[in-house]
């Protein structure tokens, strides 16, 4: 028994095929009007879910470059506070040489020592160097001046103690990937006795009686904090290098990501327009249909 189709049905159907029509249009020109093909999670589940994962993973990549530039920051301060430190040795390692000389006489010598005395505040300066008022060799305590000096009664420094601690300070750059900022002062500083080294070398010229194996055996120590010195230098600069290529990296990966994101979540305008105009010629057909098959009621000639 085949169905009855009654003019009823004829005008509900042609109705919501305009209406579908209308829906369709307004969805073109929303995605037109904001750029992007997804405008909520219902547009497309699926790639919704891939854009939140991928700008999830962006923010995570920014947090390691945002890392990456601190570090590189504190390193390159702490490479120079190092290189400066290691100037001042070399200044004192010829001072030492000519304090070596036997022709030289105790007058003499004092003059060498109070040049020494000089160059051994300006370690203590360097040493208590702050980047942005955060002290760089204090470990994390880096609100505390690292090191303080005691004076006899003449202003002159007798001895230095460490305040700081040895704690690393480590920045993440990268999934499970850590790098070490800083150097505490305790352990390489301190431990490797600079400036007890210096105070020595400083004291012994200007005694009555020059000891000269005990001077030499003071300036192998200081040949020692030198090497070792030189060395930690070396460290921090293949440590600012490895963080430029880090850098680098994390760059082509937000560029690699925006890509993605884009290319899942901006509209093509250019096939959006062709689409609207296909729609327009759809509705305007649809419009003219109806016209015919809906016919005019005993409402329509009474108005």
């Known amino acids: 028994m085949s169905s009855r189709i009654t003019q009823e049905s004829i005008n509900r159907t042609t109705l919501a095929n305009i209406q579908l029509n209308f829906k369709k249009m307004q969805e073109i020109q929303e995605k037109l009007s904001s750029g992007k093909q997804l405008n909520r999670p219902s547009d497309d589940p699926s790639g919704t879910r891939k854009v939140l994962g991928l700008k999830t993973e962006e923010l995570q990549i920014q947090q390691f470059s945002d890392n990456t530039e601190t570090a590189k920051e504190q390193i390159y301060s702490t490479s120079n506070t190092l290189e400066s430190i290691q100037e001042i040795l070399s200044k004192v390692k010829e001072l030492t040489m000519q304090a070596s000389n036997d022709t030289l006489g105790q007058s003499e010598r004092k003059i ?114 030198t090497d070792t010195l030189l060395t930690e230098i070396t460290k921090f600069g293949a440590k600012a290098n490895r963080l430029e290529l880090t850098a680098h990296s994390l760059e082509n990966s937000q560029i690699a990501l925006k890509e993605l994101i884009s290319y899942t979540e901006d509209a093509d305008v250019a096939s959006l327009i062709m689409e609207l105009k296909h729609q327009e010629n759809i509705l305007q057909s649809s419009l003219e249909t109806g016209a015919r098959v809906i016919q005019p009621t005993l409402l329509d000639f009474l108005r």
């Open 112 to 225: 060498i020592a109070s040049e020494l005395n000089e160059l051994l505040e300006s370690v203590l300066h360097y040493t208590n160097t702050d980047n942005d008022g955060k002290y760089i060799f204090s470990g994390t305590k880096t609100s505390t001046t690292p090191f303080s000096a005691v004076r006899d009664s003449n202003g002159r420094i007798s001895s230095v103690s460490y305040t700081g601690n040895n704690e690393e300070i480590k920045y993440q750059i990268g999934p499970d990937t850590y790098i070490q900022v800083n150097m505490p002062g305790g352990t390489f500083l301190q431990g490797n006795g600079i400036f007890s080294t210096l105070t020595s070398l400083r004291d012994s010229l200007e005694s009555s009686t020059f000891d000269s194996s005990a001077f030499l055996d003071l300036r192998k120590d200081l040949d020692t904090s």
